[in-house]
């Protein structure tokens, strides 16, 4: 009988150990964080909503970090339209043809997400934005600011941002501001 209370005993202390072991904290695991985005973009300042009256295109991006604030990178392209009653020669540098056009502007940005309560989180981002225009030869390469705030419900993500960057190729510097709406998928782990 001894035994057995001897054994029911050494039982229930490993029990406990092991219990007690399980509640200690451990090394805590980077998050990752992979998000796509549909993005549409409405030009803010006048002399952008003077070239162009929207934009659309796409974001993919990746994170990694401890705890709540994650270090995120990502790509993507923006086309903003031109409309065809728009011509400039002297004003910008730039010389469109009367048919419609469209701005490429690829945004490789870097930055910080940090998550607040219940999925919403702020982020900040710099980089560089790379233009094209389609009726035109200009190219060129600005640096590009970008501060919003989003919702992650599950694996839905829904955003807006500002940003800004200037246009390239043009004989006296224009500002390109605008608003940033970002719909689309993100896997947090």
């Keep these: 009988m001894r035994k057995i209370i001897q054994f029911s005993f050494f039982c229930m202390a490993l029990a406990l150990s092991m219990k007690a072991s399980a509640q200690l904290p451990g090394p805590k695991l980077p ?7 549909f ?61 419609s056009s469209h701005l490429k502007v690829t945004p490789l940005k870097v930055g910080i997400r940090r998550y607040l309560i219940g999925g919403l989180f702020l982020n900040g981002n710099l980089g560089v934005a790379m233009q094209k225009y389609d009726n035109s030869t200009v190219t060129g390469s600005t ?26 190729g043009t004989s006296q510097p224009v500002t390109a501001n605008a608003l940033l709406l970002k719909a689309g998928l993100a896997i947090k782990l």
């Excluded at 919003?148 to 993500?157: N, P, S, V």
């Design 143 to 168: 640096f590009l600011y970008e501060g919003g705030a989003g919702w992650k419900i599950g694996f839905l993500e829904l955003g807006a941002a500002y940003t800004g960057f200037n246009l390239a």
């Design 31 to 37: 998050k990752v964080l992979a998000f796509a985005n």
């Design 39 to 99: 993005t549409y973009a409405s030009p803010s300042n006048s002399d952008f909503k003077n070239i162009s009256n929207n934009g659309v295109g796409f974001e993919a991006g990746a994170g990694i970090g401890m705890g709540k604030t994650l270090i995120i990178a990502s790509l993507g392209q923006v086309s903003y339209n031109i409309p065809n009653t728009f011509i400039a020669t002297s004003a910008t540098g730039i010389a469109f043809t009367s048919s």
